[in-house]
């Protein structure tokens, strides 16, 4: 097990990891790389990736604990149980093709917000702080479902990620019929 967390810098994870404990590695991914690999759009996101580097269970949502299940509905322990089967050998992976049609893979306009947060990240990073919240502003435009991208650009323009301005976007976001977190269907 790895757990990744997304952040802009080792010390905005730095607590979290330190408060968890956890007994595997646990690394820090400032450029969002492994969202753009994975299509991840939120977090937490879970992906089961075999011992030869095959996904074996798609991008989902899952916690490790029911602190959040007030505001998500999902419990911790069946996700748990099926991940603790699936790594004894008592339950088998979900087939290749099932799979896939699980998987969710990136729109064109998903990729162009990506590439958009890119820029700004690299933009804000060398000090043209205006110029990149015109670009995280685009990104969010194209993926609007994409809270990895509207959440991570927060800190990039002084906004607190878990304050008023998240909290009323989420709102608008939920309001308008849209889930906050979309677990697979099995």
Do not use: C
Request: aromatic share 8%; glycine share 6%; charged share 25%.
């Amino acid at each position: 097990m790895i757990t990744v967390a997304l952040d802009r810098s080792d010390d905005d994870a730095r607590p979290w990891i330190e408060t968890a404990k956890p007994t595997h590695p646990s690394l820090i991914d400032t450029r969002h790389v492994l969202a753009d690999l994975y299509n991840i759009v939120n977090v937490p996101t879970i992906l089961w990736i075999d011992e030869v580097g095959r996904m074996v269970r798609p991008n989902d949502v899952a916690f490790g604990t029911d602190t959040f299940k007030h505001i998500t509905g999902l419990e911790a322990a069946r996700h748990l149980a099926a991940l603790r089967a699936w790594v004894r050998g008592e339950a088998p992976a979900l087939p290749e093709a099932r799979v896939r049609t699980l998987q969710s893979l990136p729109t064109e306009a998903d990729q162009q917000a990506r590439a958009e947060f890119g820029l700004g990240e690299w933009l804000s990073a060398n000090g043209r702080r205006e110029a990149a919240v015109r670009h995280f502003t685009r990104a969010g435009e194209l993926a609007p479902h994409d809270f990895t991208i509207r959440r991570g650009t927060m800190p990039m323009r002084g906004v607190d990620p878990m304050g008023p301005e998240f909290r009323a976007m989420l709102g608008e976001w939920v309001k308008a019929g849209n889930p906050y977190y979309r677990p697979l269907p099995e």
